[in-house]
Nanobody, 116 residues
Framework: QVQLVESGGGLVQPGGSLRLSCAAS????????MSWYRQAPGKERELVAV????????NYADSVKGRFTISRDNAKNTVYLQMNNLKPEDTAVYYC?????????WGQGTQVTVSS
């Protein structure tokens, strides 16, 4: 069974940092395209970052560019999101998504709260 498990969320002060992890298992394809999304209450879910299979190609939302870094460790079947200089507007539930073949799979999400 396909499973994505996010971890690393929590409460952090503005300007602080967090690293999110997403452990993937059960995929038919060993190197799915991985993405991070986030959704705040009352807002549309938005794409934060994408990393392709080799890890050599990444894309970021303008709102996080220069502050967030997506990476992956294929040997560990894990994707990361390093978040630096966090702002209150980064507060959201962050979701890991994997595209394996024609299908998308989602994790349960992890809460990130940026507040003083």
């Amino acid at each position: 069974q396909v499973q994505l498990v996010e971890s690393g969320g929590g409460l952090v002060q503005p300007g602080g940092s967090l690293r999110l992890s997403c452990a993937a298992s059960g995929f038919s394809f060993s190197r799915p395209v991985m993405s991070w999304y986030r959704q705040a209450p009352g807002k549309e879910r938005e794409l934060v970052a994408v990393i392709f299979s080799t890890g050599g190609v990444t894309n970021y939302a303008d709102s996080v560019k220069g502050r967030f870094t997506i990476s992956r460790d294929n040997a560990k079947n894990t994707v990361y999101l390093q978040m630096n200089n966090l702002k209150p507007e980064d507060t959201a539930v962050y979701y890991c998504k994997a595209r394996s073949g024609p299908y998308d799979y989602w994790g349960q999400g992890t809460q990130v709260t940026v507040s003083s």
